[in-house]
């Protein structure tokens, strides 16, 4: 699914934001790993019903979706994640 960004010109990234709740004592396993990955650009612990926000940036929105299937899902100690999608201006 191709989308449009007409009237938004060049002057901006895909960004996401990424929460995610880990199976308990995996916190510390998960947090290194997810370092690990290039397009985290931030990464933080929450307290509340998900353990961890990542904000990831990428080219665009397909590409988003292939990093959080294909990179965070798949890290052991992961259960699930919620995805909030944005662009950052520049």
């Known amino acids: 699914m191709e989308e449009k960004n007409e009237g938004l010109g060049d002057c901006f990234?895909?960004?996401?934001?990424?929460?995610?709740?880990?199976?308990?004592?995996?916190?510390?396993?998960?947090?290194?790993?997810?370092?690990?990955?290039?397009?985290?650009?931030?990464?933080?612990?929450?307290?509340?019903?998900?353990?961890?926000?990542?904000?990831?940036?990428?080219?665009?929105?397909e590409r988003l979706g292939e990093i959080v299937v294909e990179k965070i899902r798949r890290i052991d100690g992961i259960l699930y994640t919620s995805t909030l999608r944005g662009l950052k201006f520049y």
């Not at 019903?49 to 665009?60: G, Q, R």
Request: zero cysteines.
């Open 13 to 61: 990234m895909i960004v996401g934001f990424v929460l995610i709740h880990v199976s308990p004592v995996h916190e510390r396993e998960v947090f290194r790993k997810l370092r690990e990955i290039p397009e985290v650009v931030e990464l933080h612990y929450l307290f509340g019903p998900y353990d961890l926000i990542a904000k990831i940036e990428a080219s665009d929105y």
